[in-house]
């Protein structure tokens, strides 16, 4: 059975995206941008920030599909600028610390909106299927 979860973005209907999607025990979350709740880039400039809010949202999309942190394992770190990729490495080990999920940081030319400097994205295998 297939689950899609929404952050409330109004661009996901227009595009065709969900925030995640989860089938059986796997779940995949989408590029997830440093949005802040009121629909503006939350921390301009503060790569560590950035990346910590791209991971809070991620979070909340995997508990909506019933799995937890514990089950992500790959995330793919898209940064603006990877001369800074020790601040986003940060925060991802702040999170992942102790988890350790396979991990790609990478170095891309532009995100849509320019004062993003970070998107990652996450799949998970929920270990604990109790809450299906």
């Known amino acids: 059975m297939r689950q899609n979860i929404s952050s409330g973005s109004p661009f996901e209907k227009p595009i065709g995206f969900s925030r995640a999607v989860r089938i059986g025990s796997r779940i995949a979350v989408s590029?997830?941008?440093?949005i802040a709740a009121d629909g503006s880039v939350a921390h301009p400039g503060d790569m560590y920030r950035q990346t910590l809010r791209c991971l809070d949202i991620i979070r909340e999309a995997i508990e909506a599909a019933a799995g937890c942190l514990a089950d992500v394992i790959r995330t793919r770190v898209y940064?603006?600028?990877a001369d800074r990729w020790q601040?986003?490495?940060?925060?991802h080990g702040k999170i992942f610390g102790d988890i350790r999920p396979a991990c790609t940081f990478v170095e891309v030319s532009r995100l849509i909106d320019p004062a993003w400097l970070v998107e990652i994205e996450a799949e998970c295998?929920?270990?604990?299927?109790?809450?299906l």
């Open 79 to 81: 940064l603006t600028d």
């Open 125 to 131: 295998v929920v270990i604990n299927d109790d809450a």
């Open 31 to 34: 590029g997830t941008a440093p």
């Open 87 to 91: 601040d986003a490495a940060s925060a």
